[in-house]
C-alpha cells in the first residue's frame, strides 16, 4: 500500500516562500506520476502540478512562474518550491500519486498565505 506524507505546509506573508515535500513509501515511486493539488474551503481541488517520471513537468495556469515541482527518486520524494506567494494560494495542499493504474492522496498540508 503506497503511503504520501507531506510536510512543509504553514503561514507565510504575500511574496513569500514555502517548499512542499511529500514522501513515498510502499510502492514504486520510480514510475509513479506525482502531483500536487490544493483545496481552498467551498472550492474543487484542483490540480497545481505534476511530474512524470521521466521528469517532464506540468503546471496550472495560476502558479506557472512561480511554483516548481521536483522529485529525487533515491529519497522517494517529490517537492513543491513554491515563491511569489499570493493571499490566493492559501489552501490544503495534497500530495498525490498515480502508480499502475492507481491513484493514492496524503493527508494533506495546510498553506496560508497572509497579505
Known amino acids: 500500500q503506497v503511503q504520501l506524507v507531506e510536510s512543509g505546509g504553514g503561514l507565510v506573508q504575500a511574496g513569500g516562500s514555502l517548499r512542499l515535500s511529500c514522501a513515498a513509501s510502499?510502492?514504486?515511486?520510480?514510475?509513479?506520476?506525482m502531483g500536487w493539488y490544493r483545496q481552498s474551503p467551498g472550492k474543487q481541488r484542483e490540480r497545481v502540478a505534476i511530474i512524470t517520471s521521466g521528469g517532464t513537468t506540468n503546471y496550472a495556469d495560476s502558479v506557472k512562474g512561480r511554483f516548481a515541482v521536483s522529485r529525487d527518486n533515491a529519497k522517494n520524494t517529490v517537492y513543491l518550491q513554491m515563491s511569489s506567494l499570493k493571499p490566493e494560494d492559501t489552501a490544503v495542499y495534497y500530495c498525490?500519486?498515480?502508480?499502475?493504474?492507481?491513484?493514492?492522496w496524503g493527508q494533506g498540508t495546510q498553506v496560508s498565505v497572509s497579505s
Open positions: 510502499g510502492g514504486s515511486f520510480r514510475i509513479a506520476i
Open positions: 498525490n500519486a498515480y502508480i499502475n493504474l492507481s491513484t493514492y
